[in-house]
């Protein structure tokens, strides 16, 4: 414990993003204990988990992937489906598509908020709120943490990426102490849409390497942010071909005690 009147120490979390690619690998084969292995190897305390299958089809064999990876790793889930439609059977389970956040830490609070999106399940889209940004607030031993994890628009034209940037710091903005944003971003740190998060945000590992395609990446789109309040000890890029994306990992240093 500190000294009365000393600051408290600053508390270490590692934290890591990866798009699991419904747990199929690079070869496009699924194996979720393929999956659990590359997560297991990071050590992490809290992950954010992008293209989670939860009894969505055949694919992914209808399992419930948040779920069985978090009994699998011993942690707490929050799953925040994109889509949820009705079952593909009577009697079976909704069929749900979406993002997750793994932690070792008791999750306190959790959200699943909506940014603009255009949806990849129906004709001729348009641009509207729908869910699929979960935010959870983390005890980190007795610090308070606030995370999300996203999965912004793939599509070459960047005007979607950039309305959900401005909705993810709306959301950002509702809340104090330290915070943490990691996801599969579909487009590199420097592109001029993400250029309001480093306003607000720091990516935690600039000279990071590349992560997709898993086998001889090309680009760095799976990226770690944090608030200004956090320290980055170290991040970096783990080649693994459990999926199409390769995980980021970062240490970081929380300072904040407060609620």
């Known amino acids: 414990m500190a000294a ?6 600053p508390v270490p979390l590692r934290v890591a993003t990866y798009n699991i690619h419904a747990g199929a690998g690079e070869d496009n084969v699924f194996d979720l204990t393929r999956t659990a292995e590359a997560l297991r190897s990071l050590d992490a305390d809290v992950i954010g988990l992008q293209e989670v299958d939860v009894h969505w089809g055949a694919r992914s064999n209808f399992v419930d992937e948040a779920r069985e990876l978090a009994e699998r790793l011993n942690m707490s889930a929050f799953f925040a489906p994109i889509y949820d439609f009705e079952p593909a059977t009577d009697g079976a389970e909704r069929q749900q598509y979406g993002v997750a956040v793994l932690s070792r830490y008791p999750l306190l609070e959790a959200e699943n908020h909506e940014i603009t999106r255009l949806s990849t399940q129906t004709p001729n889209p348009v641009p509207a709120p729908a869910p699929g940004f979960p935010e959870v607030t983390v005890n980190v031993r ?19 990426r950039r309305a959900q940037v401005a909705d993810t710091l709306d959301v950002l903005a509702a809340d104090s102490g330290p915070k943490v944003l990691v996801g599969d971003f579909n487009a590199e740190p420097a592109a001029p849409e993400l250029a309001d998060l480093w306003q607000h945000l720091r990516d935690a590992n600039p000279t990071g390497g590349n992560t997709y395609p898993a086998v001889n990446p090309v680009k760095r789109i799976d990226v770690v942010t944090v608030s200004p309040d956090v320290t980055v000890v170290e991040g970096y890029t783990v080649a693994t071909a459990a999926s199409d994306h390769r995980p980021v990992v970062t240490d970081l240093l929380l300072h904040e005690r407060g609620r």
Do not use: Q
Request: avoid cysteine.
């Open 4 to 9: 009365p009147g000393s600051a408290a120490p």
């Open 142 to 160: 007795g610090t308070h943490v606030h995370f999300y994890t996203t999965h912004l628009d793939y599509r070459a034209d960047p005007s979607m």
